[in-house]
């Protein structure tokens, strides 16, 4: 078994899962998320890979909640130490001061999670972001609202109330990063190290939430819908390169299955399907499948057999000869002209 801490690079409390970053993974993907939001260009690339440059990492945490597969944490910071103080705290105020590290730590979800899983009400103080270096030259204040808002909206659907507050008048906390990682960071000498992962957790959440069935009409960040159009070729490259196996077979391997609540749309499905057959949605969906990670058929396939080279193939109607060999055919029928056909 590959060994995942040689992969991993540290700079201090932070960590890059380099085996689970898309860009370092699929040479196809063009995943920025992290790269994008970090306000000290921390994220480098050396010879095609991606890094984290100790030397420019400052370990804010702002990059944590926009990266889709969970290859940037905190060590001690997950969801269920947040949960833990926000049920412990009743006037638990959300800041990056003394307790948390930067708000861009955490993603829709997480906001969603601590939600529904809270129980009340939360108030979010945003006002020291207008000074902040992190909001400088990316405005990651403009992330963690949108995140709240969609958050917001989810809870809301489902018939909750409780919902998250933004505060942004001036507020005289004084605190330091120092003071941050002596308070927040130091117990992870006990934790685990492995995150919440959010989505998990919040289908989690979503489970012990729902009573029935409810087709959603919005859209969220964290919702990636497929179809496949019948030009698929059954070639199978979008399953075997979906990293988090949304894109599934059935046990005769004729129709393709996709999980929504698996995706995390980074369209790798999508830039290596050669018949530009897969593709994505932005549709109503139902709640419960998503949270229950149901799975729908997106394509079935008529397998036959080509009588020209007896392989199997998706026969799309006509003779019964594959893509491959009617293409060779075609390109050198001359081939196949008799000799005396040709005189």
């Not at 001036?170 to 992962?197: G, Q």
């Not at 990293?243 to 830039?271: N, R």
């Amino acid at each position: 078994m590959l060994d995942r801490s040689l992969y991993t690079e540290h700079v201090g409390a932070f960590s890059f899962d380099r085996l689970a970053c898309l860009r370092n993974a699929y040479a196809k993907n063009d995943c920025r998320l992290c790269i994008d939001v970090c306000a000290h260009d921390a994220f480098i690339f050396e010879e095609g890979k991606l890094h984290v440059s100790a030397l420019s990492c400052t370990q804010c945490g702002a990059c944590i909640g926009g990266c889709p597969s969970q290859a940037l944490f905190l060590y001690g910071f997950s969801i269920d130490t947040v949960l833990e103080k926000l049920k412990r705290e009743e006037n638990y105020i959300f800041t990056c001061k003394d307790s948390l590290p930067c708000l861009g730590a955490l993603s829709v979800e997480a906001w969603s999670v601590l939600l529904l899983e809270g129980g009340r009400e939360i108030t979010c103080h945003l006002s020291l972001c207008e000074g902040c270096s992190l909001n400088d030259k990316k405005g990651i204040s403009a992330h963690i609202m949108k995140r709240i808002e969609e958050a917001n909206a989810l809870v809301s659907l489902l018939g909750r109330t409780q919902k998250i507050v933004i505060l942004q008048e001036d507020n005289p906390m004084h605190s330091s990063r120092r003071s941050f990682f002596k308070t927040f960071i130091a117990p992870a000498k006990v934790l685990l190290p492995e995150p919440a992962i959010p989505l998990k957790r919040l289908k989690k959440a979503l489970k012990a939430s729902l009573t029935k069935e409810q087709t959603i009409t919005k859209h969220f960040s964290f919702i990636h819908q497929k179809s496949i159009n019948p030009t698929c070729d059954n070639c199978k490259e979008c399953v075997q390169f979906c990293p988090t196996q949304a894109l599934s077979y059935d046990a005769q391997y004729t129709k393709i299955l996709f999980q929504m609540g698996k995706c995390i749309g980074c369209s790798i499905c999508e830039a290596i399907c050669k018949k530009e057959a897969v593709v994505s949605l932005d549709a109503p969906f139902d709640i419960v499948h998503f949270a229950y990670d149901r799975a729908c058929v997106l394509i079935e396939h008529d397998v036959q057999v080509c009588l020209t080279c007896k392989c199997a193939f998706s026969y799309k109607g006509g003779q019964k000869v594959c893509e491959r060999c009617a293409s060779f055919e075609k390109e050198h029928a001359e081939l196949f002209v008799l000799a005396s056909q040709s005189e």
